[in-house]
């Protein structure tokens, strides 16, 4: 790739998350001048939070036609870049630079090391090696534009310092998600400002806050292999199965991050939103009545309140018996047939009213964001400025947990960065 005269770089990148590094490097192997530039005083702030501090790399599904599944309505758009470089690819790039990898349950792909600063330096050194510069602690204060024959392009990017030029520029500011790391949305204000349409963005794989005041109770309590329901006017909009966690005001845990997702896309005011939560999703209603009058035949003379907590978490089956209305002390010969069949319906349907998430400063992904329309999904570039491209969260695309949303990151990053190639 050819550098204008006048022009220090062929490509700046601004933001130094998975995305932009990711871009910022292949973009530096095809020869191109490259700087990458980030707000903060450090890259990757946000990834070394990753899976609790280990980052969850990618998902180890590698039959593009499932994965892209995961990713909604908006999945398609990824079809072509992870057929260039989808989970595969990813743990064969991760393993030339050194870093091993492991396929753990349900698919989520770690370090070997369990550690997120492993692939961040990882990823600084694939920069280096590619001379890559790198300017940290940069404000970015938006594009200089110009036009030439009537099309709008950008000209650099102004800094406090002063306007930086070159001749393409890859966009990869992220979302809204995490504001403390970094991520407050600035790239939304500058792709308006080229003309792009940027649908409203929405936290998601956020804590879900509750109506209940019981919660406060449960708070600290983890549930496993249950089966949670969101519910919408009484109709099941979705579910998830696996562990969630109370919280002081409400729920967390992978299946609550995940119908968070759901959430955003189906919120209408006026709806009413509830969780059913099921505590024995391996039996149905019958058989764990069943199970339970068995239960009660053996231990007549025991207090309820002694025999549920073998059933569920001692909090919760304290919680059981207040929202049923059943004396802790009363024995179980004593429990009526009403009563056991509350239970029953508790252990099965325990429903909490939805509020709503916490919002963008606890969610991890922001939902939204540059519509996908007015970008090519083969090489990341916008149809309205053709010398910008995009990268990352900052694009209408999210997934659920488990590294779906890096591999977000990753191969768009990468078709980003591998377009200047035949530049």
């Known amino acids: 790739m050819k550098n204008s005269s006048n022009k220090e770089y062929d490509v700046i990148v601004i933001g130094g998350g998975p995305a932009g590094m990711m871009a910022a490097g292949k973009a530096g192997e095809t020869g191109a001048r490259v700087l990458l530039v980030e707000k903060n005083e450090q890259l990757g702030r946000k990834l070394l939070l990753t899976g609790n501090g280990r980052c969850n790399i990618t998902h180890a599904e590698f039959d593009n036609n499932e994965l892209v599944k995961s990713f909604g309505k908006n999945g398609k758009f990824l079809f072509s870049a992870l057929s260039v470089f989808g989970p595969e690819k990813v743990m064969e790039f991760f393993s030339d630079l050194g870093v091993a990898t492991k396929i753990e349950k349900g698919g989520k792909v770690f370090p070997v090391s369990d550690n997120a600063l492993d692939v961040l330096q990882a990823l600084e050194k694939y920069l280096k090696k590619n001379a890559v510069e790198v300017m940290t602690g940069a404000n970015v204060l938006g594009f200089e534009m110009k036009k030439s024959n009537d099309i709008k392009k950008i000209k650099g990017v102004r800094l406090d310092s002063g306007i930086i030029l070159a001749d393409k520029f890859i966009l990869a500011t992220g979302g809204k998600s ?69 919280t002081h005001f409400g729920v967390s845990g992978p299946v609550i991050l995940n119908l968070s997702r759901t959430l955003a896309e189906l919120e209408k005011k006026d709806d009413q939103f509830f969780l059913s939560i099921d505590l024995k999703p391996e039996m149905d209603r019958n058989e764990l009545d069943a199970s339970i009058q068995k239960d009660f035949a053996r231990n007549i003379n025991k207090d309820i309140a002694n025999y549920l907590p073998e059933l569920v978490p001692q909090k919760i089956a304290k919680i059981i018996l207040h929202l049923a209305g059943i004396p802790a002390e009363k024995k179980i010969n004593n429990i009526t047939k009403k009563e056991r069949l509350d239970i029953v319906s508790l252990l099965k349907d325990m429903r909490l009213g939805v509020i709503g998430n916490t919002g963008f400063a606890q969610a991890m992904v922001t939902k939204g964001g540059v519509n996908l329309k007015e970008v090519n999904p083969k090489n990341m570039q916008s149809k309205i400025v053709p010398n910008l491209f995009l990268a990352g969260e900052i694009l209408d695309l999210d997934g659920p947990t488990g590294g779906y949303n890096l591999q977000i990151c990753w191969s768009t990053g990468y078709s980003a960065g591998t377009s200047f190639a035949n530049s």
Not at 183 to 200: F, L, Q
């Open 178 to 246: 995490y504001p403390a790391t970094g991520s407050t949305g600035d790239g939304y204000v500058w792709a308006r400002e080229c003309g792009h349409e940027i649908i409203n963005p929405q936290p998601v794989l956020a804590p879900i806050k509750t109506q209940e005041i019981w919660v406060k109770e449960a708070q600290g309590v983890s549930l496993k292999n249950i089966k949670i329901s969101l519910m919408q006017n009484d109709n099941k909009i979705g579910f998830q199965s696996g562990d969630l966690i109370f």
